[in-house]
C-alpha cells in the first residue's frame, strides 16, 4: 500500500505532538530511569543504550532551546509572532495549496500552538529551569500541568 501526501506529511511534521514542554519532559524522564537500571534489563536493551543516550541528550537541547526562547521573550513577542503565523495562515485560507504549503501550514499551526503554550506558563513564572530541576521538584513540574 502507496503511502499519501497526508501520511507523508504526518510523517514530517511530527513537530505538532512534541511542542508540549510537559510531554517533553515525561519523556526525558522516562528515558532516564530506565538507563539508570540496566543491569535488569535484556541483552537488545542494552545494546541500544548509546542511542537512547542520544535520545536523552536530544530531549535535553530541544528542552534548553525552548526554555531560552522562554526566559529571554516577554508575552508580547509570543502574541507578536502569533500574529504574523495568523496572517500567513490566513493567506492560505481558501485556494488551493501544494504539498509543500501545506507542511508550512502544519509547521505555522503547531508554532501557534507552542507560543500560546509559553504564554500561559508566562502567566505563572517568568523562568523555566532545567530539565533536571523539575525531575528533582516535582511539586514545581505541576506548572506545565493546568
Known amino acids: 500500500m502507496a503511502l499519501n501526501f497526508n501520511q507523508i506529511e504526518n510523517l514530517l511534521v511530527k513537530y505538532k505532538s ?3 514542554l510537559a510531554e517533553l519532559i515525561i519523556k526525558y524522564s522516562a528515558l532516564k530511569q530506565e ?3 540496566t543491569e535488569n534489563h535484556s541483552w ?3 545494546q541500544g543504550i548509546e ?4 535520545e536523552i541528550d536530544s530531549l535535553n537541547n530541544h528542552f534548553e532551546k525552548m526554555r531560552a526562547l522562554f526566559n529571554e521573550s516577554k508575552i508580547d513577542f509570543f502574541i507578536n509572532k502569533i500574529n504574523v503565523n495568523n496572517e500567513y495562515l490566513s493567506g492560505l485560507e481558501g485556494k488551493g ?3 509543500i504549503q501545506r507542511i508550512s501550514y502544519s509547521w505555522k499551526v503547531g508554532e501557534n500552538e507552542l507560543f500560546n503554550e509559553l504564554i500561559r506558563l508566562k502567566s505563572k513564572t ?4 532545567g530539565i533536571d530541576y523539575y525531575l528533582e521538584n516535582p511539586d514545581e513540574f505541576l506548572i506545565f500541568i493546568d
Open 18 to 20: 512534541d511542542s508540549s
Open 35 to 37: 538507563l539508570e537500571d
Open 44 to 46: 537488545y536493551f542494552k
Open 51 to 54: 542511542s537512547k543516550m542520544q
Open 97 to 99: 495549496t501544494s504539498f
Open 126 to 129: 517568568e523562568l523555566l529551569m
